[in-house]
């Protein structure tokens, strides 16, 4: 039977800034035993990470999925912040054409949240 995802965590991601990944995903599947019907999306645009993400999901037991997206900036703008807008701009796509979720969390890979953080914020919404 498949599970309904209600609540999608987004967080764009790159080598370069997954400096706490272990504890990043220990804490997100801390959140998925409290909130069983969440799911991690992690957003790169960096191919060669895909994979080591994918197989860093696997071994931590947490629910999700990697998907890539490619960075189309000005001339003008730096580029990290583009990355950034760019990765939060597919995680939406993603969500709205992929999922049935009805509440969308963009987290950085390098936070940790209390486990109850998607109760908390339903609760204040």
Known sequence: MKQTINVVIGTPIYRQG????????????EIQQNYPSSELVLATNEDDF???????????????????????KPDYAQSSVWNIACG??????????????????FLDAD???????????????
């Open 50 to 72: 895909g994979e080591e993400l994918k197989s860093q999901l696997s071994f931590r037991e947490v629910r999700g999925k990697v998907i890539f997206y490619k960075t189309i």
């Open 18 to 29: 997954a400096y706490i990944l272990d504890k990043f995903l220990a804490n997100q599947k």
């Open 111 to 125: 936070m940790i949240c209390d486990p109850l953080v998607i109760e908390i914020i339903k609760k204040e919404i």
């Open 88 to 105: 939060q701009e597919a995680i939406r796509q993603y969500t709205l054409s992929q999922t049935e979720a009805r509440y969308l969390l």
